[in-house]
């Protein structure tokens, strides 16, 4: 069958390989991996619930370890208020924590017509609370030659209520 044949993409060229889900959730279970904390064209870092835990500090200048104000984190901010963009800046597997810059889509206010956007750092996050994602349309089924394939669903797993929706729609109308 052609799936049983089937295989991740190749190597791209210049030697970088194109991060899929699967190398995406071995990143996961490796994060104290150095290698993966630099955000990728195909992957990011999210933090889960960090306003859970005590920021640090809040960051007001427009670079902190060489993350700027122009860091493409911003622009993902707006996706979730629990999941936020965080780029890992240093690492300890033995507390198994994490220090991070997460970045929010707040900003802070200089003067009447100035603003920078806000950069938050917790220190002691979690390594749980620090996850690896694909960038948006990066993920597989972005993939150009993906796999896909129809997947037919027979209609006797379904309960007869939900098949006659022209029924039930007139019993609601009554």
């Not at 060229?13 to 955000?39: A, H, P, R, T, Y």
């Not at 220190?123 to 997947?151: C, E, G, N």
């Not at 037919?152 to 309960?159: A, T, V, W, Y």
Request: charged share 30%.
């Amino acid at each position: 069958m052609h799936v049983q044949n089937w295989s991740s993409p190749p190597v791209k060229g210049g030697g970088e390989i194109l991060k899929s889900s699967k190398v995406i959730q071995d990143m996961n279970e490796d994060k104290f991996n150095e290698e993966f904390w630099e955000w990728s064209e195909d992957h990011f870092t999210v933090c889960l619930d960090v306003e859970e835990f005590e920021p640090k500090y809040f960051h007001i200048t427009p670079e902190y370890e060489g993350i700027t104000i122009d860091h493409p984190g911003f622009d993902l901010s707006d996706y979730s208020s629990r999941r936020l963009p965080c780029q890992i800046t240093d690492g300890d597997s033995d507390t198994e924590t994490f220090e991070v810059v997460y970045l929010t889509n707040e900003v802070n206010i200089l003067n009447n017509t100035d603003y920078i956007k806000r950069m938050d750092i917790a220190d002691s996050l979690p390594a749980a609370s620090v996850t690896f994602l694909p960038r948006p349309a990066k993920s597989d089924q972005h993939m150009p030659k993906r796999f896909l394939h129809y997947i037919k669903i027979p209609d006797s797993i379904f309960p007869d209520i939900w098949k006659d929706l022209k029924n039930t729609n007139k019993e609601i109308e009554s």
